[in-house]
């Protein structure tokens, strides 16, 4: 029986009338495999960063530290909070610094099944992925949490001491961090929504003043109750929104240009 027409005999490595290069077993074989190299990688990186798991907690609380009245400190209320806090700190590093290990293993999984157009679009949108979610954690450590503790440490009765819980600072951060850095994935899942048809630029645009408000709702439910780091993160993803919009006109323009000389040659 001829297999013409069956997608399988299009893809990569398959010829006509031979079966798909692996069986399921074997692509979860696979998997497994790929997995523990993931997970081998991100406890090693522990394990060399677990040392330095102190250093690396004042590192992420510097912050809020140097924003503490004199004489003041962050304290632990929980017996185990001085070990814990650490140690849940350093594995939350140890992941997103295999990040891009973890992301290689993904692609290696998947590429072998996809086109060669296909390949030539994925792999710079996952490295542009990676690149964005670590901007979105550099801002938020960089430029939020100066402005946020600054606010948070000077608004306060006079009164009062500001001596925060390792435990819950490290919660507090850690949100903002996964926030800003799923935040700063917009534009490519702008761009990817135009890519794919699912939308277009035209409509889009007209979705602004939905968009605008969508993200300060989206800031609300994802940082404090203040306004500054509702409005910290708000005004990046729409900006980031707009950035997307921005390549999705370019690629789209660059597809009418492909299209129309195609139509000369055909002609």
Not at 258 to 265: G, H, I, N, P
């Amino acid at each position: 029986m001829s297999s013409t027409g069956d997608p399988l005999d299009s893809r990569p490595g398959n010829t006509p009338n031979e079966p798909p290069q692996a069986p399921l077993i074997e692509h979860l074989i696979e998997l497994r495999s790929r997995l523990l190299r993931s997970v081998v990688v991100i406890v090693v990186v522990f394990l060399a960063l677990y040392a330095f798991s102190n250093d690396i907690y004042t590192f992420v609380a510097k912050p809020l530290m140097a924003l503490l009245p004199e004489g003041s400190q962050m304290i632990a209320t929980e017996v185990a909070s001085p070990f814990l806090a650490p140690f849940k700190l350093t594995l939350v590093v140890a992941v997103f610094i295999a990040i891009p290990f973890v992301l290689h293993q993904a692609w290696a999984f998947v590429a072998p099944g996809l086109y060669e157009n296909e390949k030539m679009l994925a792999f710079p949108l996952l490295v542009s992925s990676v690149v964005l979610f670590y901007g979105g954690a550099a801002f938020a450590y960089y430029v939020v949490f100066p402005l946020l503790f600054a606010f948070f440490t000077q608004t306060g009765p006079e009164n009062v001491a500001v001596m925060t819980d390792i435990n819950q600072y490290l919660n507090f951060v850690l949100k903002l961090f996964f926030a800003f850095g799923v935040a700063f994935e917009i534009p490519i899942a702008t761009f990817l929504l135009i890519l794919s048809g699912a939308t277009t630029v035209e409509s889009l645009s007209k979705k602004r003043p939905y968009i605008f408000l969508g993200c300060f709702i989206i800031g609300m439910l994802l940082t404090p109750p203040d306004v500054i780091s509702q409005s910290l993160l708000a005004v990046p993803m729409y900006l980031l929104y707009e950035i997307g919009l921005l390549f999705g006109r370019l690629v789209r323009k660059r597809r009418d240009e492909q299209a129309r000389e195609a139509e000369k040659e055909s002609a």
